[in-house]
């Protein structure tokens, strides 16, 4: 079955290494204009798709095999808070479809699951736009639109967005990461 268009599987988020050159060549204040003041940072193990929509390989190690020399791999990935070219709110809108301007493709993530914005004063809000599996920030439970106040978020809060786990960064800590990241 394919999905129509608006269900769309693409995330926005991009890996840690696209970040690295920049961080290299750039300020931290040119890194911020160029790529957006704030970001959620997700670790992922990098997995192959299935063979087919239900389907699930299972490969078993030979007696020769090693198992201490197999090991996962884990990816980075950078998603920048910011609204997208096509983004028709001042609130930058987090889902697993398409027409938000974070894409998160874990179906525990609802279709329009929160929004973001940034205060007067620079600071990074955050609420639940009435997903399913709910929004948390450090554990504690983010108020839905209509039911309290915004959460604020800083650097290095942890985000959980249904059942995929981020972490906050400012550009700053963004641009300082990837100045150290070597894969």
Do not use: C, W
Not at 42 to 55: F, M, R
Not at 118 to 131: A, K, W
Not at 161 to 173: I, K, Q, S
């Amino acid at each position: 079955m394919t999905q129509p268009e608006s269900e769309s599987r693409r995330a926005t988020g991009l890996p840690i290494e696209a970040y690295v050159e920049d961080a290299r060549s750039l300020s931290p204040e040119e890194f911020r204009d160029r790529h957006g003041s704030a970001f959620l940072l997700l670790t992922a193990a990098e997995v192959n798709p299935p063979a087919g929509p239900a389907a699930t390989m299972v490969e078993a190690l030979s007696p020769a095999d090693d198992a201490s020399e197999i090991t996962g791999s884990v990816s980075l990935v950078a998603f920048p808070v910011r609204r997208g070219s096509e983004s028709v709110t001042h609130l930058v809108t987090v889902g697993r479809t398409s027409n938000n301007d974070i894409v998160i493709s874990d179906i525990s993530v609802s279709r329009f699951h929160a929004f973001l914005k940034q205060d007067t004063n620079g600071t990074f809000q955050i609420l639940d736009g009435g997903s399913a599996n709910g929004t948390r920030v450090n554990g504690a439970k983010v108020p839905a639109r209509g039911e309290g106040p915004p959460t604020n978020l800083k650097t290095g809060d942890t985000l959980r967005l249904g059942r995929v786990e981020f972490t906050f960064l400012d550009a700053t800590a963004l641009h300082s990461f990837a100045l150290k990241y070597d894969p």
